[in-house]
């Protein structure tokens, strides 16, 4: 090589020993080498932030990725694996903040702003998670899960009699259960109750469902 001493061929290295079962420890080496030695230190955070997101060490992962977030405001990835490394530790409003941030500064993917419904709810704006929600329906294929935030957001909203149509059409969909989380019968039962306290004609039916 005519550089051997090059960044690049140091995140070469780093990760090609990525790709081995027990090379974590020479991968994090060979990218704390090309740290030193590259201007593009936002790339290189996101690799080490990487390999402790992987290692699930969530508060090294968030270390490194706010650096990579700090060497390059523009670059967008970051801001996503921020997001995803908040996600992990359950602090929802802060993966919606930087979500909102990788939204701002990427081609908003279907896959992103579902993502982002998701952390609406998570984070507890239920209005601004069945508005977005019913948004992504309209551009893009629905899929069960879809109806299960806004199932939920209707639910936390009190708009009962919806909150019953989506987690219905949710069922629907997932026709072989393989989608279903205990959660699902759970706020499914919360409607019924709901329905049943506001109904008085169906009541009965309500709580017999619930």
């Known amino acids: 090589l005519a550089n051997p001493n090059a960044a690049e061929v140091f995140l070469a290295l780093g990760d090609a020993y990525l790709k081995l079962q027990t090379g974590g420890g020479e991968a994090m080496t060979n990218y704390e080498e090309a740290l030193a030695k590259t201007n593009d230190k936002s790339l290189v955070y996101s690799?080490?932030?990487?390999?402790?997101?992987?290692?699930?060490?969530?508060?090294?992962?968030?270390?490194?990725?706010?650096?990579?977030?700090?060497?390059?405001?523009?670059?967008?990835?970051?801001?996503?694996?921020?997001?995803?490394?908040y996600y992990r530790i359950n602090k929802f409003e802060l993966a919606k903040q930087n979500t909102e941030k990788y939204l701002a500064l990427s081609d908003k993917t279907v896959d992103d702003q579902v993502q982002y419904a998701n952390l609406l709810f998570l984070s507890k704006h239920y209005k601004e998670a069945e508005t977005k929600m019913n948004e992504v329906m309209k551009v893009a294929t629905k899929k069960s899960y879809m109806y299960r935030v806004l199932g939920y957001s209707q639910y936390e909203t009190k708009d009962y009699t919806n909150a019953l149509s989506s987690m219905q059409q949710f069922f629907k969909?997932?026709?072989?259960?393989?989608?279903?989380?205990?959660?699902?019968?759970?706020?499914?039962?919360?409607?019924?109750?709901?329905?049943?306290?506001?109904?008085?004609?169906?009541?009965?039916a309500y709580a017999d469902s619930a």
């Open 47 to 85: 690799k080490i932030g990487s390999l402790w997101y992987q290692a699930r060490n969530y508060e090294r992962a968030l270390e490194n990725y706010e650096h990579a977030k700090n060497a390059d405001p523009q670059n967008p990835m970051p801001y996503k694996d921020l997001a995803d490394a």
């Open 173 to 204: 969909m997932d026709k072989d259960n393989t989608g279903i989380i205990s959660s699902d019968y759970l706020y499914t039962g919360r409607i019924f109750t709901a329905l049943a306290a506001t109904d008085s004609s169906k009541a009965a």
